[in-house]
């Protein structure tokens, strides 16, 4: 797994991972929604956090369960954990007109929300002579993925069509390929007539391992809408027991429901499993609750370092349209970060940074890669020095938080630390880092 990591590409900004913190937000969620068990949802680089560190740290902590959102991000989180790993798999967006197989053959499960998906999940089973495991999204509210209604009646009868067909793989793919639903029952028939010379029986093409919805506005405990979401699944749930009976028996049914927000309010927590994502990086989905009153520490810590301290005289302008002019005698700082790297330009004359524990502002427009400080007049800002490290985003007492950085951007958290760009190393730090001998710095590249 560690050959998979990236290796760092020395640059001044870096991203800290505290892996030891990110386990202990897991089992904090894990002990949270206890009995249902922790999925963790590492897309994205694992909220901008590296996949590379974050997975394989879970996984040694005992995880199994992983999400991802797209294809490309599942087959390399498989090739991470390797093919023994014993980890599940689950993806949800997907191109229908995709080439499905290679999550067949790495046992990738996929999420599915329309007819269409479900067709290519077939079409990738009866390729590969396997069986694609499948989890039915249902869309109980949120109008983003998942099935609606009349696409919901679609697969179920899409299904039990199947169920119907001969369970010969290579079979079915030669005699019902482009079979209509009628055609394919009589197919079914005449399979049984002849099993004399039919092919051993083989797995069937798709096979549903999950069901799966996902709340709008869980972030808001008590919001009728989750109520309402909460209702709809039930009925369709006990819908899909009534007309997939034989589909829904897997002993390894995953019911999943709860994102980071309804893991941490809803009681009790539904589903088999949680799937949480922006809780294990100890950042809080809550407008009014801060990760530390939910037990969570924030697993990232973003550093850089002052490159160059000057004194300049008052009336002195700052960055791209001077849209700063420092009233007195001022020193600046300059440091290493700008939007190429992630920080919005936006925080430009709003926000600040840490340096030895104090916070400057930071002045003038944020450029693509650098940015400006006032320190203050050597007196008061003298104690800055061209190598000192900066905070960039802390836990809110090192340095200015994620939440922060949201505020001053307008936006949430989630996506001041997904944006982080690849520019920025991430160096794996923490219990399982400080044991192992050497140089465990790693980037992410993604
Ligand atoms: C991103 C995502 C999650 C994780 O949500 P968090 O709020 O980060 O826990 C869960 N389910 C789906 C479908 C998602 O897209």
Not at 361 to 374: K, S
Request: some cysteine; aromatic content about 4%; proline content about 5%.
């Amino acid at each position: 797994m560690a050959a998979a990591a990236q290796a760092a590409t020395g640059s001044v900004m870096t991203a800290r991972i505290d892996t030891a913190a990110l386990i202990d937000n897991a089992r904090t969620v894990a002990a949270r929604v206890a009995p249902a068990q922790l999925m963790a949802v590492v897309k994205a680089d694992a909220y901008g956090h590296s996949t590379d560190i974050v997975a394989p740290a879970l996984y040694a902590a005992g995880l199994r369960d992983f999400a991802v959102a797209t294809v490309p991000e599942a087959v390399a989180l498989s090739q991470l954990l390797g093919p023994d790993s014993g980890a599940r798999i689950l993806c949800w967006l997907f191109d229908p007109a995709a080439d499905l197989t290679v999550c067949t053959r790495a046992g990738i499960e996929l999420g599915i929300s329309t007819p269409e998906a479900l067709e290519a999940a077939i079409a990738a089973g009866r390729a590969t002579g396997r069986t694609q495991d499948v989890h039915l999204k249902l869309d109980t509210g949120l109008g983003r993925n998942g099935l609606s209604l009349s696409q919901l009646d679609t697969v179920i009868e899409r299904l039990r069509t199947l169920a119907a067909e001969p369970s010969t793989a290579a079979g079915a793919q030669a005699t019902t390929g482009t079979a209509t639903a009628g055609t394919a029952r009589t197919a079914g028939t005449a399979a049984t007539g002849t099993a004399g010379t039919a092919e051993p029986p083989a797995s069937a093409p798709v096979r549903v391992t999950g069901i799966m919805t996902h709340f709008a506005n869980a972030d808001i405990p008590g919001d009728p809408a989750t109520v309402d979401q909460l209702h709809r699944f039930d009925t369709l749930y006990g819908r899909l027991q009534a007309e997939l009976p034989h589909a829904l028996r897997a002993d390894d049914l995953m019911v999943t429901l709860a994102n980071s927000p309804a893991a941490l309010s809803l009681d009790p927590v539904p589903g088999s499993h949680v799937r949480a994502g922006i809780s294990l990086y100890g950042i809080s989905p809550f407008e009014d609750k801060t990760a530390a009153q939910l037990g969570l520490t924030p697993v990232m810590t973003l550093t850089s370092r002052v490159l160059n301290v000057k004194d300049v005289p008052a009336g002195h302008g700052a960055s791209y349209g001077l849209t700063y002019r420092c009233e007195r005698d001022t020193r600046f700082a300059l440091v290493a970060g700008g939007y190429g790297d992630g920080l919005p330009r936006i925080a430009g004359n709003r926000g600040d940074v840490a340096i030895g524990g104090r916070r400057y502002p930071i002045v003038g427009r944020i450029a693509m890669d650098q940015m400006i400080l006032d320190i203050g007049p050597a007196v008061d800002g003298g104690q800055v020095a061209i190598g000192d490290e900066v905070i960039i985003i802390g836990d809110g007492t090192t340095g200015p938080s994620a939440e922060e950085w949201a505020d001053w951007c307008e936006t949430i958290n989630y996506e001041i630390v997904t944006c982080i760009s690849a520019r920025v190393d991430r160096i794996a730090v923490g219990a399982d880092a400080a044991s192992a001998p050497g140089d465990r710095a790693r980037g992410g590249d993604r």
